[in-house]
């Protein structure tokens, strides 16, 4: 039996009828209020009307009935770091099929990051990618817009005109601002705005000529190596920048254990700090590279496993705030190349879930805590009405199975690029339904 799930190409529609669907006999999971518990929910006009152990077997009359079989029931999952591609690299990835593959993947919210051609900078392309989202995505798409103009760290935006736009945050992307007065100016300015900062923290004199990380196994393999101290340096710089400005600041993806301390050290302070983590760092580490297999190259690179368990650690503690794909589709020609000439990134949007089972099956992380991380967490980083079970809220929902084996066979994701790490592995864990607003985009 061809078991191979498809998305519908049915994109969610702003108008619903009055028609109710049941989702009966699930395993209701709410990482915004600890619910964790057998029953049901009903989903009318686009919205959650109810839901609890009451309605585990009942559904109301002439509603459709979607029997959950005892699977999770769960929000949407939101990916606040996606690389999608349009406009300027369509060939990796359009709005369009990043959508399909996130639909696949249980994730019905994506951020799409400003490192495009032309970079997202401007209003006009701001509405761009709304548009474009909203005519040919089949999940909610929102813009993190740039915080300097092309990305070159040396002038700073229109943030305040930016945000009125609809840029949900603001980034410099996969470049870290190595000038600490643009940095400063660019705290300054977003905190009258009430506007989040999202930086990638690496000092680019540091990691420019590196392509792993700096230690045993890159001395092994002959490459040169990116030391973890890039990282930690401009994290430290920006958190005193905080301390001067008050400003909003997320670092994007922290890798080492250094870089939590620091993160930790802020929190304590009080300071508007968040950080993530990808699941790449949550779930694989230097080791895994092997005989230079470019598609286990990335930004930041994978660390020592002492590092990934350091990252482990900080989700379980709340120091982490959110998990990330860093989906980061490459076409072919740029991975099939010497390791230290294959550019970086990897794909995510699909493997995002069943990575992140694996440090549930592993009994590294409670089930609630990786939803936590992603769902309710970056909703209210992101100031977003999603990530939750609740009447009256948006009903944006994933059915998944926690336990389904199965084996990743890259040829089938639905990304445009296939560049996944996770290429041939066996995963534990697979998403049966996904909901935005109340339509089904996917089902297996």
């Not at 839901?51 to 979607?66: D, F, K, S």
């Not at 959950?68 to 690299?89: N, S, Y």
């Not at 995505?137 to 993190?144: D, G, S």
């Not at 300097?148 to 603001?170: P, S």
Request: glycine share 8%; proline share 5%.
């Amino acid at each position: 039996m061809n078991t191979t799930p498809s998305p519908l190409s049915k994109r969610p529609q702003r108008a619903h009828s009055d028609a109710a669907t049941a989702f009966i006999n699930a395993r209701i999971i709410d990482p915004a209020t600890d619910r964790d518990e057998a029953g049901g929910l009903i989903v009318r006009n686009g919205l959650i009307e109810d839901l609890g152990p009451h309605l585990r077997r009942n559904a109301p009359e002439g509603a459709t009935v979607v029997d959950c079989k005892g699977h999770v029931l769960a929000p949407g999952l939101i990916d606040a770091q996606v690389f999608a591609g349009e406009p300027g690299f369509e060939h990796r990835e359009t709005l369009k099929t990043a959508s399909h593959a996130a639909a696949a993947g249980g994730v019905t919210t994506m951020v799409v990051m400003p490192d495009t051609n032309p970079v997202i900078d401007q209003v006009a392309l701001v509405d761009f990618i709304q548009r474009r989202a909203r005519d040919n995505a089949i999940v909610h798409v929102h813009t993190m817009a740039a915080m300097t103009k092309g990305l070159n760290g040396e002038e700073m935006t229109e943030i305040g005109l930016l945000k009125r736009a609809g840029a949900i945050a603001f980034s410099n992307g996969k470049r870290s601002i190595a000038n600490t007065r643009v940095m400063r100016n660019v705290l300054l300015y977003s905190r009258d705005f009430g506007a989040l900062i999202v930086h990638h923290t690496e000092d680019p004199y540091l990691s420019a000529t590196g392509s792993m990380n700096s230690g045993e196994v890159a001395t092994r393999l002959g490459l040169s190596g990116i030391p973890r101290a890039s990282e930690t340096i401009i994290l430290e710089r920006d958190v005193r920048l905080v301390e001067m400005t008050s400003g909003r600041y997320h670092a994007a993806t922290i890798s080492t254990a250094d870089s939590l301390a620091v993160v930790r050290a802020a929190k304590s302070k009080r300071l508007p700090v968040t950080c993530g983590v990808t699941i790449n760092h949550l779930t694989l580490n230097e080791n895994d590279i092997g005989p230079y297999r470019t598609f286990f190259k990335m930004r930041p690179p994978l660390r020592a496993d002492a590092d990934r368990a350091a990252m482990v650690e900080g989700l379980a503690s709340g120091d982490i705030d959110i998990i990330v794909s860093s989906h980061d589709p490459q076409d072919a020609d740029d991975k099939r190349r010497p390791f230290a000439e294959a550019t970086d990134g990897a794909v995510g949007l699909e493997t995002l879930l069943p990575a992140a089972l694996r440090l549930h099956h592993s009994g590294e992380l409670p089930l609630m805590t990786i939803l936590r991380a992603l769902t309710i967490n970056p909703a209210k980083l992101l100031g977003l009405h999603s990530g939750r079970l609740a009447k009256g809220s948006i009903a944006d929902l994933i059915i998944f199975d926690p336990d389904e084996p199965w084996v990743l066979n890259k040829d089938q994701l639905r990304s445009r690029s296939k560049n996944s790490p996770f290429d041939e592995s066996k995963m534990q864990g697979r998403v049966m339904r996904t909901v935005v607003a109340g339509e089904t985009v996917y089902q297996r």
